[in-house]
């Protein structure tokens, strides 16, 4: 795997949500790239901060743009291991990141079930990498629940 490269990113967002499946949260992980480096990490925080808004992407959107000093996160990838919710879809929007990588869908809560219009029109979607790891974790989880 080359280093830097998508698969090299959304693997680092796959640890973050590894280490969310361990504390007993969703397992779901983001990063925020920058130039090709990590600026923001993290993972679901909705059990342990009590807070129903702390999902990984709101966690790593609010830590990158401390990082950077803007709330404006131009120039920045966000790697995510699951489709993003219509509020993280929100917050995508009025951060104007230019490009979001989502490995599995989410079929039942994503934001494509509302369209590509709720991102910024200036941020461009790939979606499907890793898809067997990011929806493997996912099914996992919960299968351990039942």
């Given at each position: 795997?080359?280093?830097f490269s998508?698969e090299?990113?959304m693997g680092?967002?796959?640890?973050?949500a590894?280490?969310?499946?361990e504390?007993?949260?969703i397992?779901?992980?983001a990063?925020i790239?920058?130039n090709k480096?990590?600026?923001a990490k993290s993972?679901?925080q909705?059990?342990?901060?009590?807070?129903?808004?702390?999902?990984?992407e709101m966690l790593a959107i609010?830590?990158?743009?401390?990082?950077?000093?803007?709330?404006?996160?131009?120039?920045?990838?966000?790697?995510v291991?699951?489709e993003?919710?219509?509020?993280?879809?929100?917050a995508i929007?009025w951060?104007?990141i230019?490009r979001?990588v989502?490995?599995a869908a989410d079929d039942?809560?994503?934001?494509?079930?509302?369209?590509k219009e709720?991102l910024h029109?200036?941020?461009s979607i790939?979606?499907?990498?890793?898809?067997?790891?990011?929806?493997h974790?996912i099914?996992?989880?919960?299968?351990?629940?039942?």
């Open positions: 795997m080359e280093i998508d090299y990113f680092k967002a796959l640890e973050q590894q280490i969310a499946a504390s007993g949260e397992p779901v992980g990063v790239v920058c480096q990590i600026i993972y679901n909705t059990e342990m901060l009590n807070d129903v808004t702390a999902h990984a609010t830590s990158a743009a401390n990082y950077l000093g803007s709330k404006y996160l131009h120039n920045c990838e966000l790697f291991t699951l993003p919710c219509p509020m993280c879809a929100g929007f951060s104007q230019n979001l989502y490995g039942k809560r994503g934001f494509m079930n509302y369209g709720m029109p200036k941020t790939a979606f499907g990498l890793k898809h067997e790891d990011c929806a974790i099914k996992d989880f919960f299968q351990s629940k039942r």
